[in-house]
């Protein structure tokens, strides 16, 4: 399967027009056999890309005190307590800010405001913060989050995944490819038995599909 995937990383990255921005390589898994409509086989996963996102991604962190002072030296954008009320008031201004951040971080505290303001906004999009405990370092889990991706599924049977950027070389790309590809295989009850379909594709190019045998 490496080889194979390895093989649609190239034809990917070959057969992408060329853009004024730097796309996304995703995986898209196709599955069968597996009722979703049963939260228990849902596909939910946090993975740690080895080589990376091939992006800088943005986080956010509701805090306050030494906490903010903490998030703003880790490049971390704060979002003070008092904002939290008036953006439950301003669902726009939410959206807008959930759709602009990859990751939200939060002190304990803040998070029950959090979920009875924003939990409508940020919930729906995976977005609800991680609490940070006031003995850890905001900047140590920023900085793991920023190789993370998170699978979800749902009650869909095709979901994809963005592993990384045509910025990257292709050894890094397989590298993540199958990092994400093992993690979900051994998710499914009968593993690749479970894969309908596979597909390679940057984020405007055509799709490069896999061979699955069951």
Do not use: W
Request: hydrophobic letters at 40%.
């Amino acid at each position: 399967m490496e080889e194979k995937i390895t093989q649609a990383i190239s034809d990917a990255l070959e057969h992408a027009p060329k853009r004024k921005f730097v796309e996304s390589v995703d995986i898209a898994f196709t599955i069968q056999d597996i009722d979703l409509k049963n939260p228990n086989n849902r596909i939910k996963e946090e993975i740690r890309l080895p080589s990376g996102r091939g992006r800088e991604l943005k986080i956010a962190m509701f805090a306050a005190g030494e906490a903010a002072a903490k998030a703003k030296a880790a490049g971390i954008h704060v979002i003070t307590p008092q904002e939290i009320e008036d953006l439950g008031g301003n669902k726009g201004k939410a959206k807008k800010i959930a759709n602009a951040y990859d990751f939200f971080l939060s002190e304990v505290p803040h998070m029950g405001l959090i979920g009875r303001y924003l939990g409508v906004v940020l919930g729906p999009r995976g977005k609800m913060p991680r609490p940070v405990p006031p003995t850890l370092d905001p900047a140590i889990i920023a900085a793991g989050l920023q190789s993370t991706v998170v699978v979800k599924s749902g009650d869909k049977k095709t979901f994809q995944i963005s592993f990384g950027t045509a910025g990257q070389t292709k050894e890094e790309l397989k590298a993540n490819a199958m990092e994400v590809y093992n993690r979900v295989i051994s998710k499914l009850e009968r593993g690749v038995g479970n894969i309908r379909s596979l597909y390679i594709k940057t984020t405007m190019g055509p799709s490069q599909m896999v061979e699955v045998i069951n």
